[in-house]
């Protein structure tokens, strides 16, 4: 098997060459002092394994990783660190092996015997079985959230909650790429930049092995300095939202069952339940949105003489957006329908004190002059 070398430190780059020229097993077709020039050749010439040390300048070894991953996921790597702390992050990084510093050829021997033992490495990513009716979904609505079809009652694990917030980042941006320094500046601010970087390296692993233990059609690419997520046969709720959404008057019923349908995947606010400061114009629209075609039904169900229904939904809708007057003038239009008038000036004088506390202004003369014209 040939093997290239990359370290930062000659001193160490030269002994590490020497205990494996000792050992015979691996031919060194080159060694480097950067990462740069290691990927270089690989971009050239087939390698087997790298040994890679994780702290180097300009590109340190976790972040070359993914670049090695890309050119060939066949290659497999075993860091070096002078580190100990590293050393687990190393090794969850779908590394072979790990090495201290310095390093020693009776730990070198082990590590040789492993890649000889199991020359296959292990991929990262899968892909779900076609045409087998299985059917997978990610939610995005209240809270994120994977569905499989195969196991309904299976939970989603998460090894961090940086991890999730990045594989809802690189969501929410689907197919597009994004700077890694983005990525960083969002989730990381706080963090030195090497530190934020290790971190992020380390969650995208995390993310990929979620990913394949859901065998999920899902990818996370990384390519010139940028990440992005790429989806195949896997619903996506916000998606099939937009697809179906429909803004102007409901004309049949049988128009209103279908916009039910599509109202039902709002189950909450867009990401909601995570408060990530990122999402929030996303999820301005996504509400402003379902306001405006919930408020569309609740006009056709008054319209078919169903005021108690279009008055449930109203309420609900006045609990998103306690300000609104249009939520409020149907909700009024409900209570008269029903003959309710104690409800529906309890409903006004509710929502005129609110509008005068929080807002100091006064409800619409129009609705002013309507209540005023019922008592």
């Given at each position: 098997m040939k093997a290239i070398l990359i370290d930062d430190e000659k001193p160490a780059l030269q002994h590490l060459e020497r205990l494996l020229l000792k050992d015979g097993r691996l031919e060194i077709a080159g060694k480097y002092t950067s990462a740069r020039l290691g990927l270089q050749h690989l971009q050239q010439e087939k390698a087997d394994i790298v040994f890679l040390d994780i702290g180097m300048p300009e590109m340190n070894g976790l972040e070359a990783a993914e670049h090695i991953a890309r050119l060939d996921r066949s290659i497999r790597i075993v860091y070096s660190t002078a580190y100990s702390e590293y050393a687990v992050e190393a090794f969850e990084l779908n590394a072979v092996d790990y090495l201290l510093k310095p390093v020693t050829s009776q730990r070198l021997g082990k590590t040789l015997e492993r890649?000889?033992?199991s020359p296959e490495p292990g991929g990262i990513e899968t892909a779900a079985p076609e045409g087998s009716g299985r059917q997978q979904a990610i939610l995005c609505f209240k809270r994120l959230e994977f569905l499989d079809s195969e196991e309904p009652g299976r939970k989603l694990q998460w090894r961090t909650s940086k991890a999730q917030e990045v594989f809802a980042l690189l969501l929410h941006h689907q197919g597009q790429w994004i700077l890694k320094d983005t990525i960083v500046d969002l989730i990381w601010p706080d963090f030195k930049p090497e530190k934020a970087l290790t971190n992020l390296h380390t969650t995208v692993y995390h993310i990929r092995r979620l990913i394949k233990t859901w065998n999920m059609d899902v990818v996370v690419e990384f390519s010139?300095?940028?990440?992005?997520?790429?989806?195949?046969?896997?619903?996506?709720?916000?998606?099939?939202?937009?697809?179906?959404?429909?803004?102007?008057?409901?004309?049949?019923?049988?128009?209103?069952?279908?916009?039910?349908?599509?109202?039902a995947l709002y189950r909450g606010d867009y990401l909601g339940e995570h408060h990530y400061g990122w999402a929030e114009t996303r999820r301005k629209e996504l509400q402003a949105r379902y306001l405006q075609m919930a408020l569309r039904s609740a006009e056709y169900e008054l319209d078919a003489l169903r005021p108690r229904q279009a008055l449930g939904r109203l309420l609900a809708l006045q609990e998103i957006d306690p300000y609104s007057e249009e939520i409020c003038r149907l909700a009024l239009r409900s209570y008269a329908d029903i003959g309710d008038l104690l409800g529906f000036r309890k409903h006004y004088d509710k929502y005129k004190e609110l509008l005068e506390s929080e807002l100091g202004i006064r409800p619409d003369r129009m609705m002013e002059s309507w209540v005023l014209g019922l008592f």
């Amino acid at each position: 098997m040939k093997a290239i070398l990359i370290d930062d430190e000659k001193p160490a780059l030269q002994h590490l060459e020497r205990l494996l020229l000792k050992d015979g097993r691996l031919e060194i077709a080159g060694k480097y002092t950067s990462a740069r020039l290691g990927l270089q050749h690989l971009q050239q010439e087939k390698a087997d394994i790298v040994f890679l040390d994780i702290g180097m300048p300009e590109m340190n070894g976790l972040e070359a990783a993914e670049h090695i991953a890309r050119l060939d996921r066949s290659i497999r790597i075993v860091y070096s660190t002078a580190y100990s702390e590293y050393a687990v992050e190393a090794f969850e990084l779908n590394a072979v092996d790990y090495l201290l510093k310095p390093v020693t050829s009776q730990r070198l021997g082990k590590t040789l015997e492993r890649l000889v033992e199991s020359p296959e490495p292990g991929g990262i990513e899968t892909a779900a079985p076609e045409g087998s009716g299985r059917q997978q979904a990610i939610l995005c609505f209240k809270r994120l959230e994977f569905l499989d079809s195969e196991e309904p009652g299976r939970k989603l694990q998460w090894r961090t909650s940086k991890a999730q917030e990045v594989f809802a980042l690189l969501l929410h941006h689907q197919g597009q790429w994004i700077l890694k320094d983005t990525i960083v500046d969002l989730i990381w601010p706080d963090f030195k930049p090497e530190k934020a970087l290790t971190n992020l390296h380390t969650t995208v692993y995390h993310i990929r092995r979620l990913i394949k233990t859901w065998n999920m059609d899902v990818v996370v690419e990384f390519s010139q300095e940028r990440y992005r997520l790429l989806m195949r046969n896997v619903l996506l709720d916000t998606q099939q939202f937009e697809e179906g959404w429909q803004g102007d008057r409901v004309r049949t019923e049988e128009e209103w069952h279908r916009r039910e349908a599509v109202l039902a995947l709002y189950r909450g606010d867009y990401l909601g339940e995570h408060h990530y400061g990122w999402a929030e114009t996303r999820r301005k629209e996504l509400q402003a949105r379902y306001l405006q075609m919930a408020l569309r039904s609740a006009e056709y169900e008054l319209d078919a003489l169903r005021p108690r229904q279009a008055l449930g939904r109203l309420l609900a809708l006045q609990e998103i957006d306690p300000y609104s007057e249009e939520i409020c003038r149907l909700a009024l239009r409900s209570y008269a329908d029903i003959g309710d008038l104690l409800g529906f000036r309890k409903h006004y004088d509710k929502y005129k004190e609110l509008l005068e506390s929080e807002l100091g202004i006064r409800p619409d003369r129009m609705m002013e002059s309507w209540v005023l014209g019922l008592f």
